[in-house]
């Protein structure tokens, strides 16, 4: 294939020497990687005489002695120089902006943005890499518009990567991932119930197995026109990632980082300091907020703490106060047997949180010479998590070699390996398992973490402050947090191989073949445990997963000049894409035998059948797709694949998706603007189809366990459909990219819109019919949106610069149609009685739950002083969908240093916080205690001057003035309250990252053999939430990437990175 | 050179072409049966049912709240009638047309194929059929109006409510058309029937009582369809003794253990105390129950929370160790019900013979001998002038209501539907009631989001779609 532009760059000056008269010098014109710039205009100076380049940037000239040329091309500083007495020159030119960035495109193809006709950016590989994070997902936020990422807290979590907006309602809305050509599985193994925040652990995505160090760089193709070459794979935009490849020579470049992080308390709870655990006054002593029971055998009763009792609604702290507490019945206890004073913890949950350290080693060899290349790395990263004994260990190996069998065909191998191993992965959701559900909704304020955590390692038992009552030191409900990490955790490894062999015939100068057999293949396991005194019945839980992905390709692209004008490219190929997805599922029953044996013989009750999952499917596609570029100027692209797949109907399973492009770069036709340096605009429109969701078309019934040799088996609450439909997305997009006063200013700004209509969706049904839902190509989707870049350099001079980047996406998502009467498609229930929803003409995803009842448009407060509840929880209280998302960032160099500073931006995006829910009715924080509006403490009884009234109106429109009691849990939180009262803004403002990068001058690093360069870098992220409206959490928090977004429970909090990086290149 | 090209070009197109062979077959589920015999069908259905009912889950069977047996501890939104925080309607509906009814209904239409004895195919579907009235009638009288002759059909994805009444007389018929269905000397389901084991006169029995409970349900509605139904059923043979109890098995391990056990006691949770409604009743009454039904409180004595108040768990007692083990046995219809409902019988003066005394007295010490009390316990209960038929305050709904749903402790919806009827006992209010006592569930809420017209038009032909709405049986 013809190499094509160039990319970001230096100018590099090639050698002159003494030179003869009137000879024929030949060169080549190249960009600061060394790819050939085509077309460039090469004149000799004070002579209007001048060749053009050819298309491999080859030139050749006639060369009076000494002569200087100029050397100039579409989007690059025009260069002169001096020519030499050598006979062949080779020309550097550095790139003015980013128009001449070779942009890789579908199917790993080459134009300039220039020919672009859609929307497409690109980023720097170092722009990723740098940030040293373990996944690279998350150093993608900000940095490009359209694109919008959500990511977890949770060590290793899953990221969500969505471009665009949703526009399936129930399926797959994660952008594909496509590396050096070939699809990279980005699934995650997260369970329905874990999504859904009832727990189990975010295993991440697939994706994040992708070595971030070996990446060159990545294009995000957004609209459906950049990526209609891959199917309906593309559907929800592609990120296409180039690896690094070998050049001529040996490089070696080394990294080394080590980054320590610690919670960010502006994202985790406040404790308050006056009223330690219980439910109210309704026990058992005289006060009637203690337990009162004759504990040291006086006779008297002494009292004791409801330790059964996970809330802070309880007595009031009082030093004279002494009480018998969780660990008067610990007989390992320095307190055991012992009242003490009646205090808050000295240590809170806060102290529960320990620092995190990450280590981060690679190293790359690369090498080669005319008859090949190759390349080989290895990177080494180790995360500790900041909750107590969790890590993450990965190890990535990475090589590629091309030999070139003759001139024209040449072979590459690539091979990666990631082997990933992880441990005590945090627990999400409302779980046993996850201790922000305990520590932000369930929690006495009397009880100190640490000495929970010398209880535990004291005894190696499950010595809980949560015991079901002093006469029975079992758990009830919260396991010791101690013990639940060092014992109820889980353990997973992950192998995969990634790889593909390609042969490359370059037929004739114009025409190239390329055959290709590619392997994405892994393994994994995952292991869960629930140790023998837990509050769960113990249990051992296995999972084993493969996945592989087989694709063969084959791609014949001719490239040529068809007149002197027009360029034409041209394609065709075909994709044979093969799918088996296998798992097994197998867990013990009804609680271990022996302690710590992990094992499914050591079952108590004989086992359910596994779970099996066997998964085979298959797309066949061909496709074609030409390109005419008018000097530089138009650009007309058209495209069309036809895919036929296994997973439709027979008779249905053919589609096809045609797509069509223009570009005009206008500014060339007023080149004498001198303000307006580069003028675009593009439109496209294009048309994708999707397949089905696996077995959809048959029926099959769900096997139940027999009793007593009866078999059991059920209907399948989903109806197959054999005569479902591809789903279609018709899209279209318009562009404007402009750059002024020398490239110094740009946009690039642009509108889409897209609609995916028979969707094939499980549509609900009335249950009456017998089944939840049907099968159907129902529903249609649209997301209508603009797209911003901004870049510019206000200032630069010889050894200062400063250099902005702005990012912005709005979009505008509406579910313009259900099935028939439909008024709305559950997506999922949640605990608190809430659900998200794609409803009739609304934003996808809304949440619904109970509302206030509104009078005047004021919450009404009925006749008991308590907020008056709607019916039903099924009103529409929230959209979790952001008014916009931003990313601004700024560059400053100076000679050898560089700082640079990410602000990430979400504006608008509601979220339903089950942890305020429960955690401000169960007297967690200081708002639940404190004085109320008449000065008293708002927990005294109303009848000492107690109780809160509560901000609204009554029945009648005038303020509510009844006192209600605040004396019982249940207040401020879910217990008198609409689910409405916990919708919170999820908006932020992020300094997200924070680069300082200093790089050895040259000359001293010249003087260092073999070094040829040494960076010194200085990285923080996340250190500062510089906005939000969410109290005690992360409004960024997430619970598993996916299509269920907006809702809280057990939020990790953000956790402030600082990294120190080294990186040497010999 | 120009041919090379050509060829290899077209290589792009004769690969896919040479594909065509059958993509689609392979886009079948290896690790799921397409079809199974009908009996398993049935076999799930009929522990999915029992297992409903049986339930105390908070999620999904509240009706023990509902009647004030129990009452919950600290998180007391379904004891002060909170139905939406746990979408308690949507989970009782869901259970029984999806889990319950389609299994049925589906084994219904796999019978004629897979058994191929023509009286035993039958026996299946009458029994089949009986069950499915068991279910319907639950549905019916717990919403009112819902979708039945249209239900149950995946091509009408959106069915239209039925008239409740209408219903009603179509599930009698039913019911009658499949107990003379039943055939003694023919084989059917045999062991796949989880309650009877396939014993015809059991069934015969067991349909006969439900046919009893469903005339008498509509005593106060339709006096003269229920005087003909609950005699014929009586006439028929009804259940003579607890030996004839419909009744699953539930085993000591899991997966088919109680599904109570599994919420009170393997659960570890302390969610559940019995209220001072309950026990005092019990007390005041020297009930020889008591101590089968509850355990001793702190003070080695029986009390009980205010209903929806929050309430400290040692205080109180707590249901009885027996009912919350393993395998203590699902009941769905007993004989102590059947005498109840033929004491009223007697008292609506329809002929079923007998006295009310007597089928009053039978009533009370099947139900003291079911939970383990001796006939001694029955006859000294009996004897009390607050308890005897003849001294007992109140009319016959009174005595008879108050005494079934002593009886009916553990059964909370056939208390919850026996209540609605008979009105006694009084239920005091809970602590903070979100609405007055239900006397019917709203709508499953997916019915509003998915089957909007349907919905809206039921609704208003019942009176609203409120917990306050009283359904076409219930009269008073």
Request: charged share 20%; with cysteine; net charge neutral.
């Amino acid at each position: 294939m013809r190499k094509m532009l160039s990319l970001l760059a230096v100018l590099v000056l090639c050698t002159a020497m003494a030179v003869a008269q009137n000879r024929t010098v030949s060169g080549q014109v190249k960009d600061a990687k060394g790819d050939p710039i085509p077309f460039a205009t090469i004149k000799i100076k004070g002579n209007n005489a001048g060749v053009a380049a050819d298309a491999n940037g080859n030139f050749k000239i006639e060369l009076p002695a000494n002569a200087s040329i100029t050397v100039s091309a579409v989007g690059f500083e025009t260069t002169e120089l001096k020519v030499g007495s050598s006979n062949s020159l080779s020309v550097s030119l550095q790139s003015s902006g980013a128009l001449n960035e070779v942009v890789v495109t579908a199917l790993g193809i080459k134009r300039t943005r220039n020919s672009l006709p859609f929307a497409a950016q690109q980023i720097n590989g170092e722009d990723i890499s740098k940030t040293r994070t373990s996944n690279f997902l998350n150093s993608l936020s900000g940095k490009v518009s359209g694109l919008e990422i959500r990511q977890t807290n949770t060590m290793g979590g899953s990221v969500n990567v969505v471009v665009r907006g949703t526009k399936s309602l129930l399926y797959n809305n994660q952008a594909l991932f496509v590396v050096d050509g070939i699809p990279y599985n980005n699934s995650n193994t997260n369970t329905t119930d874990q999504v859904t925040g009832r727990g189990g652990y975010d295993y991440g995505n697939a994706a994040s197995d992708i070595n971030p160090d070996d990446i060159e760089s990545m294009t995000v193709l957004k609209g459906a026109a950049a990526s209609a070459l891959y199917g309906s794979r593309g559907n929800n935009g592609v990120i296409l990632i180039t690896t690094k490849k070998a050049k001529k020579g040996l490089g070696i470049t080394i990294n080394s980082g080590i980054t320590v992080g610690k919670y960010d308390p502006k994202t985790f709870v406040k404790y308050q300091k006056e009223y330690g655990g219980g439910y109210g006054q309704y026990y058992e002593d005289p006060t009637g907020f203690f337990l009162y029971r004759d504990i040291n055998g006086d006779g008297v009763k002494d009292l004791v703490t409801p330790t059964s009792e996970d809330a802070s609604y309880g007595g009031k702290f009082d030093p004279n106060l002494m009480v018998y507490q969780w660990d008067a019945f610990d007989p390992s206890s320095p307190y055991y047997g012992k009242a003490r004073p009646w205090v808050g913890a000295s240590n809170d949950p806060t102290k529960f949180f320990e620092t995190a350290l990450n280590t981060n080693n690679s190293v790359f060899i690369t090498g080669g010479s005319d008859k090949g290349t190759y390349k080989l790395g290895y990177t080494r990263t180790d995360d500790k998590g900041i909750l107590p004994n969790s890590r993450i260990s990965k190890n990535m190996a990475n090589f590629q070699a091309t030999y070139n069998i003759t001139d024209k065909l040449s072979a590459t191998g690539m091979l990666n390996y990631n082997g990933i191993t992880g441990k005590g992965r945090f627990g999400t959701g409302y779980n046993d398992k996850n201790m922000m559900t305990n520590f932000r909704q369930w929690w006495e304020t009397n009880v100190d973490v640490k000495e929970q955590k010398d209880a535990y390692f004291r005894t190696g038992k499950n010595v809980t402050w949560n015991w079901a009552d002093p006469s029975d030191l079992t758990p009830i409900y919260w396991d010791n947090v101690y013990f639940s990490r060092y014992e109820n955790y889980e353990s997973d490894a992950r192998n995969r191989y990634f790889g593909n062999v390609m042969l490359n015939y370059k037929v004739l100068p114009w025409l190239n073949l390329m055959g290709r057999v590619s392997v994405d293949n892994y393994d994994e396991l995952q292991e869960e445990r629930q140790a023998v005194g837990s509050v769960a019945t113990s249990f051992y839980k296995r999972f084993n997963h493969t996945f592989n992905e087989t694709n063969f390709d084959f791609l014949a692209t001719v490239d040529k000049e068809i007149t002197k004008d027009i360029n034409f490219k041209g394609l065709l190929g075909t994709n044979i894409r093969k799918i088996h997805n296998q798992s097994i599922l197998a867990s013990t029953n009804g609680g271990l035998i022996v302690p710590k044996v992990y094992a499914l013989s050591n079952s108590l009750s004989p086992l359910d059948a596994p779970t099996e999952v066997n998964q085979i499917g298959e797309v066949d596609g061909v496709f074609a797709g030409a390109t005419f570029v008018w000097r530089d100027m138009v650009t007309l692209d058209g495209t069309i694949r036809r895919d036929a797949s296994s997973t439709l109907p027979k008779g249905n399973n053919v589609y096809y998706y045609p797509s069509g492009s223009i570009g005009f770069v206008f500014s060339q036709l007023v080149p004498t603007a001198t303000w307006l340096s580069y003028g675009k605009i593009r439109a496209n429109y294009a048309q994708v189809g999707s397949d089905a969701p696996f077995y959809s078309t048959t029926d099959v019934y769900d096997a139940v366990t027999p009793i007593n040799g009866n078999p059991q088996a059920s209907v399948n609450g989903t109806k197959n459909n054999s005569s479902l439909r591809p789903e279609r997305t018709k899209s279209t997009e318009v562009g404007l990219e402009m750059q002024f006063i020398k490239n110094r200013l740009g946009f690039d700004v642009t509108y889409y819109d897209a609609k995916t209509f028979d969707q094939i969706i499980p549509v609900a049904v009335s249950t009456a019919t017998g089944f939840n839902s049907k099968f159907l190509n129902a529903g249609t989707m649209q997301n209508k949106g603009v797209e911003l870049s901004l870049y510019g350099t206000p200032v630069k001079t010889k050894d200062f610069s400063w250099t902005l980047n702005l990012n912005w996406t709005r979009n505008r998502n509406k579910v313009l149609t259900l099935f028939q009467g439909s008024q709305n498609l559950q997506l999922a229930t949640f605990q608190g009685g809430i659900s998200l929803n794609a409803s009739l003409n609304q934003p996808f995803g809304t949440i619904r739950g109970s509302n206030f009842v509104y009078t005047n448009g004021q919450p009404t407060v009925g006749a008991n002083g308590r907020y008056k509840i709607t019916n039903t929880a099924n009103e529409v209280i929230g959209n979790p969908n952001p008014d916009w998302i931003a990313g601004l960032n700024n560059t400053l160099k100076y000679k050898n240093w560089t700082l640079s500073w990410l602000l990430d931006m979400r504006q608008g995006g509601q979220l339903f916080s089950l942890d305020l829910y429960y955690g401000l009715a169960t007297g967690i924080t200081p708002e639940t205690s404190g004085l109320n509006d008449l000065g008293n403490p708002s927990r005294n009884t109303i009848a000492n001057g107690g109780g809160i009234i509560l901000p609204g109106v009554t029945e009648d429109g005038k303020a509510n003035t009844i006192r209600v009691s605040n004396t019982n849990f249940g207040q401020y939180g879910y217990r008198y309250s609409p689910n409405a009262r916990f919708i919170y803004d999820a908006s932020f403002i992020k300094l997200r990252e924070v680069l300082l990068t200093y790089s050895v001058p040259s000359n001293i690093v010249s003087k260092l053999a073999p070094f040829k360069g040494i960076d010194f870098s200085l990285i923080g992220r996340n250190l500062w939430i510089i906005h939000k409206n969410l109290p005690y959490a992360d409004p960024e928090e997430t619970i598993s990437s996916g299509n269920l977004q907006g809702y809280q429970s057990g939020a990790y909090p953000s956790v402030r990175t600082v990294t120190f990086n080294v990186k040497l290149n010999f | 050179m120009k041919k090379l090209s050509i060829i290899i070009l077209s290589l792009p197109l004769l690969l896919t072409v040479s594909c065509r062979r059958n993509l689609t077959d392979i886009n079948v589920d290896p690790k799921k049966a397409g079809i199974v015999p009908s009996n398993s069908l049935f076999t799930n259905a009929e522990r999915v049912l029992v297992n409903t009912t049986t339930s105390s889950n908070v999620n999904l069977n509240i009706y023990r709240l509902i009647v004030q047996y129990w009452t919950e501890t600290t998180y007391t939104d379904e004891s002060n009638y909170d139905l939406n925080t746990r979408s308690i309607p949507r989970g009782i509906w869901n259970a029984m047309y999806r889990d319950v009814l389609e299994d049925f209904e589906r084994a219904k239409t796999l019978i004629p194929t897979d058994v191929l004895d023509p009286k035993a195919q039958a026996n299946d579907l009458a029994m089949t059929e009986i069950m499915e009235v068991y279910t319907w009638y639950y549905l019916v009288t717990t919403y009112g109006n819902i979708p039945y002759s249209q239900a149950l059909d995946i091509n009408n994805p959106f069915p239209a409510y039925d008239d409740a009444a209408t219903i009603y007389n179509d599930l009698l018929a039913r019911l009658d058309a499949a107990i003379g269905k039943l055939d003694a000397n023919a084989s059917n389901w045999g062991s796949a029937d989880v309650i009877y084991g396939g014993d015809i006169p059991s069934w015969k029995k067991f349909a006969n009582s439900l046919k009893l409970k469903m005339g008498m349900t509509i005593a106060d509605a339709n006096v003269t369809k229920a005087k003909s139904t609950v005699e014929s059923a009586a006439a028929a043979g009804v259940f003579t003794s607890n030996a004839d109890n419909a009744v699953y098995d539930y085993t000591a391990n899991p997966p088919n253990t109680n599904p109570v056990w599994v919420d009170l006691v393997q659960s570890g949770r302390k969610d559940f105390v019995t209220t001072n409604t309950f026990v005092n009743q019990l007390t005041t009454l020297n009930d020889p129950r008591l101590s089968l039904f509850l355990t001793q409180d702190a003070n080695s004595t029986y009390s009980g929370g205010k209903p929806g108040a929050s309430n400290n768990y040692a205080t109180f007692s707590k249901p009885a160790v027996k009912l919350t083990s393993p395998d203590f046995p699902g009941d769905i219809l007993d004989y102590s019900e059947v005498e109840f409902l033929l004491a009223e019988a007697v008292e609506r003066g329809f002929n079923v013979g007998g006295t009310a005394q007597t089928h009053y007295n039978n009533a009370v010490t099947a139900s003291i001998k079911y939970w383990g009390g001796s006939d001694a316990d029955a006859v000294a209960y009996l004897a009390q002038p607050s308890v005897n038929y003849t001294t007992a305050t109140g009319t016959y709904k009174q005595k008879i209501g108050m005494q079934k749903w002593i009886a009916l402790y553990n059964r909370g919806w056939d208390a919850w539907i026996e209540w609605r009827r008979l009105d006694y006992p009084a239920l005091p209010a809970p602590d903070a009631p979100l609405t007055a006592t239900p006397v019917r569930y709203t709508y499953s809420v997916d019915e509003q989001n998915v089957n909007f017209d349907n919905y809206t038009a039921a609704a208003s032909a019942i009176g609203g779609d409120k917990v306050t709405t009283k359904l076409w049986f219930d009269k008073f």
